[in-house]
Nanobody
Framework: QVQLVESGGGLVQAGGSLRLSCAPS????????MGWFRQAPGKAREFVAW????????YYTESVKGRFTIFRDNAKNTVTLQMNSLTPEDTAVYYC??????????????????WGQGTQVTASS
């Protein structure tokens, strides 16, 4: 069992930046590919970004390309989502999740076995 804890959410003005972190409780993330998802009020959960277990390959949903960066530090056992140029459309609860297989891009929520509790990100206009 892997328990994930997100941190770093908050309120920012449109155009601003936030950095979300995800860390496990009691287990290493080194054997898992990781993803970030988000869910806005009244909408389905959507894929945001994916990184393989080594950290050398990433994948993003089109709407965040060039603005968001996912990276990981396996020595520190953390996965980070750097979010720049935030817009009100990015407002949502953001979740990190862990998945196997470790090299194949995973964009569907049902491909992920472990989830964090979520952290609120609000970008005001």
């Amino acid at each position: 069992q892997v328990q994930l804890v997100e941190s770093g959410g908050g309120l920012v003005q449109a155009g601003g930046s936030l950095r979300l972190s995800c860390a496990p409780s009691g287990r290493t993330l080194n054997n898992y590919a990781m993803g970030w998802f988000r869910q806005a009020p009244g909408k389905a959960r959507e894929f945001v970004a994916w990184i393989n277990f080594i950290g050398l390959s990433t994948y993003y949903t089109e709407s965040v390309k060039g603005r968001f960066t996912i990276f990981r530090d396996n020595a520190k056992n953390t996965v980070t989502l750097q979010m720049n140029s935030l817009t009100p459309e990015d407002t949502a609860v953001y979740y990190c999740a862990a998945t196997t297989p470790r090299f194949t891009v995973a964009t569907m929520s049902n491909e992920y076995a472990y989830w964090g509790q979520g952290t609120q990100v609000t970008a005001s206009s």
